[in-house]
């Protein structure tokens, strides 16, 4: 099965994931892209944990989802940037999720970030999400 959108594709499992109550969501095909969101995440305290699972040669992410007092961590993940309308920003007026309260991830020259790290590197990029 082809995916045209895997970063859509990966917010939208792990959207149903936190909507199930489960603790892991598991299979997720893998991209380069995708392991930098993870980063990003794990990095932000948004989830637990990542793995990089390889089978039949085909790799895959594994996240652990992170919870308080029986509530995800995560609110919302919203998906920004499409495959068939790109947002791009410079690193002055890429916007404020939630009053400060969220981040985007930002796609830039220097790699994967949150919005801050490229507001503070003076970078703008590709708005790929934002979560809160």
């Known amino acids: ?10 917010l939208t499992r792990v959207r149903n994931a936190i909507l199930a109550g489960k603790e892991t969501v598991s299979g997720i095909p893998s991209s380069g892209i995708l392991e930098e969101i993870s980063r990003v995440l ?10 990089v699972n390889e089978l039949d040669g085909k790799k895959t992410i594994s996240v652990d989802l992170k919870y308080y007092r029986n509530k995800s961590v995560i609110s919302n993940l919203e998906r920004v940037s499409t495959t068939g309308r790109r947002v791009y920003s410079q ?5 404020f999720v939630r ?3 969220g981040i985007s991830i930002v796609t ?14 003076n ?3 590709e708005i790929i999400c934002r979560v809160w």
């Open 108 to 121: 830039t020259s220097k790699g994967v970030m949150t919005d801050a790290k490229a507001r503070e590197l």
């Open 42 to 51: 794990k990095e932000e305290g948004y989830i637990n944990d990542y793995r």
């Open 1 to 10: 099965m082809t995916m045209n959108d895997l970063v859509s594709n990966y």
């Open 91 to 95: 690193a002055k007026e890429i916007p």
């Open 123 to 125: 970078v703008g990029g």
């Open 99 to 101: 009053e400060g309260l």
